[in-house]
């Protein structure tokens, strides 16, 4: 039977100390960052997928919950490919179980790779057909992480063809102060757009010009170039 022991055993001996320096910058965890605080060890992204697909069945959502609370970001990140992979394959109940564990460790999907390897994967997909309100109140958090997981989780809608609370939520967050929910928000308006580009121009013909820049720029990436200037000089 698996234990954290063995995960934890496994990633360590995957680690690159220069890898982890790259991490380090690329996520922001130097002092003043937004990832301040955080460890890494340097383990690759494929290699903590092939950790979790190796140990996923046999850990308890117990064990796989105290990884969550580690101090070491690969740790973190490994736990939430352990319990995606749970969520695909549990019952409702599980499932369940799993939606309620992320939400109670919000703090501690504390960088956008983290909310982002998450959200779309399980918060969005458990709302699917159930009832949504608590995005809105993850949108009105003080904590960007939360911010995040909320329009993200909109991942899943989106992938459905319901566009109604991506378009909600990115009115919400539409001049939200942090770099990582506007270029969050101009994704998934993107995204939108891949499926329906009538619908995203007819949400950005209002609010474009009030869009922070980036946010702007996340959402136009894919249109044409002449398009693209046509929203950014404001001429349209």
């Known amino acids: 039977m698996a234990a954290n022991a063995d ?17 380090s ?4 965890m130097m002092p003043g960052g937004y990832g301040e605080g955080d460890r890494a060890i340097g383990v690759s992204v494929p290699d903590q997928r092939r950790v979790a697909a190796r140990y996923w069945r046999g850990l308890s959502l117990a064990e796989t919950a105290e990884l969550l609370s580690s101090s070491v970001h690969e740790e973190r990140l490994t736990s939430l490919f352990i319990l995606v992979r ?4 549990g019952d409702e109940e ?3 179980r799993i939606f309620r564990l992320i939400l109670a460790n919000t703090g501690r999907i504390n960088n956008w790779d983290l909310v982002d390897s998450s959200a779309p994967y399980i918060v969005g997909p458990w709302l699917i057909d159930k009832d949504r309100s608590i995005l809105d109140r993850l949108a009105e958090s003080s904590l960007v992480w939360d911010r995040r997981i909320a329009i993200m989780a909109t991942f899943a809608f989106i992938r459905a063809g ?11 967050l539409l001049r939200d102060p942090h770099d990582l929910v506007q270029k969050a928000v101009g994704w998934m308006l993107r ?10 121009e007819e949400f950005l013909a209002r609010r474009y010009r009030a869009m922070p820049r980036i946010m702007l720029r996340y959402a136009i990436e894919k249109f044409e170039p002449q398009r693209r ?8």
């Open 229 to 236: 200037r046509e929203y950014l000089t404001g001429v349209l």
């Open 7 to 23: 995960v934890r055993h496994e990633l360590a001996s995957l680690a690159d100390p220069r890898r982890a320096e790259g991490s």
């Open 162 to 172: 319901d566009f109604h609370w991506t378009f909600r939520l990115s009115e919400r």
């Open 25 to 28: 910058r690329f996520l922001q």
């Open 191 to 200: 995204e939108v757009g891949n499926r329906d580009r009538a619908a995203e």
């Open 86 to 89: 749970k969520f695909a394959k």
């Open 94 to 96: 599980e499932r369940g």
